[in-house]
T-cell receptor
């Protein structure tokens, strides 16, 4: 089955450590997105990538970094510079210009930093 | 920039009652509009989308939404609530800037269904 995989489901880290969240898709989609979700805040865009080897900052990119070396993969690193990293992180993908902005979401990773 | 306002962060209905979740958008160009549903600790699933065809859009699980340009609204409805409808619902509007396609999401409405 085609879809988006995020691993792990739950992740725990100590403050001051960098952590990388995985996102893999086999939908052959060109565009991929990372969102952060906090209670009552909706989804806020962290980074997005329309094609391989290219990505843009979203609304809350500070303290995060990404790479897009392969079409299928878009890992997100939460650095120690992110002041409040505990949140639910969602990855999504879409086909730019063809399915009218519709995005497909992964199951999410809940990150807890103590 | 495009924006979405969802009126009511929490809505509670009885099983079998009408569900009405409100969404108003702000867009400088004709928008594409979406409703997504999220069950606890899961990703988002598309319920329905408006893409400038019919103004009344039917989605999955008996939900539908009506695009009203004059009111800049895209409210989500279901005639009869079921216990399984309890979830959080997000409205989203398309945003195209500099060749990049994005979605702007509302803050969500959590639906509770009482037996």
């Amino acid at each position: 089955d085609g879809g988006i995989t995020q691993s792990p489901k739950y992740l725990f880290r100590k403050e001051g450590q960098n952590v990388t969240l995985s996102c893999e898709q086999n939908l052959n989609h060109d565009a991929m997105y990372w969102y952060r979700q906090d209670p009552g805040q909706g989804l806020r865009l962290i980074y997005y990538s329309q094609i391989v080897n290219d990505f843009q900052k979203g609304d809350i990119a500070e303290g995060y970094s990404v790479s897009r070396e392969k079409k299928e993969s878009f890992p997100l690193t939460v650095t120690s510079a992110q002041k409040n990293p505990t949140a639910f992180y969602l990855c999504a993908s879409s086909i730019p210009g063809r399915v009218l902005y519709e995005q497909y979401f992964g199951p999410g990773t809940r990150l807890t930093v103590t | 920039a495009q924006s979405v306002t969802q009126l009511g962060s929490h809505v509670s209905v009885s099983e079998g009652a009408l569900v009405l979740l409100r969404c108003n958008y702000s867009s400088s160009v004709p928008p594409y509009l979406f409703w997504y549903v999220q069950y606890p600790n899961q990703g988002l699933q598309l319920l329905l989308k408006y893409t400038s065809a019919a103004t009344l859009v039917k989605g999955i699980n008996g939900f539908e939404a009506e695009f009203k340009k004059s009111e800049t609204s895209f409210h989500l409805t279901k005639p009869s609530a079921h216990m399984s409808d309890a979830a959080e619902y997000f409205c989203a509007v398309s945003d195209r800037q500099g060749g990049s396609e994005k979605l702007v999401f509302g803050k969500g409405t959590k639906l509770t269904v009482n037996p």
